[in-house]
């Protein structure tokens, strides 16, 4: 998102002069710098820039869908005569062209991890899913209908900022907006993957999952410090790799396998476990169709693209070690290492464990 963001603040200054790509992935990375800060430091006010962000996201969706509304109405349906031409059939392919449509959804998941900052989240938790993924699914839908609209197949896959290519062709004098509301729209979902992200590695820590030093608050802001500096440095490692289509892919692929794990899990306790007490419960149906449309994603793609499930295969197993070392069975060096580590982190952010009384 970093790099979406970076994309449509520099084709507007350089449209004719092409910028390298360390250039890109320095503002990318001041960008998540910039906003790992604000959310360390003042959760409220984050909370107040989060929603001027979204404000503005829909507002520059709105602009793009009524852009294109327009111009159907004026008779551009060129693009859609011939909509399925070159359209392949092949299972593999569109389970790995599901992983980028993915992406643009992947928020739906994130307000579980804010559950203990929602106030009532047994009614609340519900009604966001039920409002919002409705509302967002029949936006990107209609936004996407407006740029095929204008800039056809080949123009909306061969764009780096799509948004702007979209403005200069059908917004005429308001196309020098777009790409500012664009911008602001992309900060805003990017502000919300750090602050969402860093609650699930602090409540994996508090669980014993992670090491204990993400499981640690500032005791001035009340933020997870150490778990937002710890997914920044991630993040910025993530800026290495060229291609930001690999890049979507191998993030997705994970993220879709532990998604069908939970949801599986959530299958297995409600046959071994009928008695427990659940405040949110779905139908049955749903969790199963759900199991069963995600292993088909994710194994699928293995015939086609095999070296994108294997990376990120690869990444998921990179931190097996990790826990192995330094939580579940740390060797009395390395553990000695990480009580010494976990200490000078904690001067220098100042922070502590929770305190579960409170």
């Not at 793009?64 to 109405?73: E, K, Q």
């Not at 900052?117 to 899913?129: S, T």
């Not at 690999?246 to 692929?253: A, P, R």
């Not at 959530?266 to 405040?279: F, N």
Request: with cysteine; proline share 6%.
């Amino acid at each position: 998102m970093a790099l979406t963001f970076t994309n449509n603040v520099v084709e507007p200054l350089f449209p004719n002069c092409p910028v390298n790509h360390i250039s890109r992935k320095l503002i990318a990375a001041s960008t998540i710098c910039i906003l790992t800060f604000i959310n360390a430091y003042d959760i409220k006010f984050t909370t107040r820039i989060q929603n001027v962000f979204m404000f503005t996201k829909i507002m520059a969706l709105v602009i793009i869908i009524i852009g294109g509304i327009v111009w159907i109405l004026r008779g551009g349906t060129e693009h859609f005569e011939n909509g399925w031409e070159g359209t392949k059939t092949s299972a593999a392919e569109w389970s790995v062209a599901f992983y980028s449509g993915i992406f643009s959804y992947s928020g739906w998941s994130y307000l579980n991890f804010m559950t203990e900052e929602l106030r009532d989240p047994y009614v609340n938790l519900p009604r966001a899913i039920y409002i919002s993924l409705p509302l967002v699914t029949v936006i990107y839908l209609l936004a996407n209908m407006s740029y095929l609209a204008v800039l056809g197949p080949v123009g909306v896959t061969s764009t780096e900022a799509i948004a702007v290519d979209f403005a200069d062709h059908a917004l005429g004098w308001f196309k020098w907006a777009m790409p500012t509301l664009v911008a602001v729209a992309i900060l805003g979902g990017l502000s919300v993957h750090i602050m969402t992200s860093s609650r699930m590695c602090f409540a994996g820590a508090r669980n014993g999952h992670m090491p204990e030093l993400l499981a640690h608050i500032n005791v001035k802001c009340m933020s997870p410090m150490p778990s937002l500096v710890f997914l920044m440095l991630m993040s910025l490692l993530m800026l290495i790799p060229n291609n930001l289509t690999s890049l979507i892919t191998y993030c997705t692929v994970v993220e879709s396998f532990f998604t069908t794990l939970s949801c599986s899990a959530v299958l297995w306790l409600r046959y071994k476990r009928p008695e427990l007490h659940r405040p949110i419960q779905v139908q049955l149906w749903i969790p199963v169709l759900f199991v069963v449309i995600s292993t088909m994603l994710l194994v699928v793609p293995v015939i086609s693209e095999p070296f994108a499930v294997l990376a990120g295969a690869g990444m998921t197993l990179a931190g097996v070690p990790v826990y192995l070392c330094l939580v579940r069975t740390t060797p009395s060096p390395i553990k000695r290492l990480s009580v010494r580590f976990t200490y000078f982190c904690q001067k220098i952010f100042l922070c502590v464990v929770e305190d579960k009384e409170e």
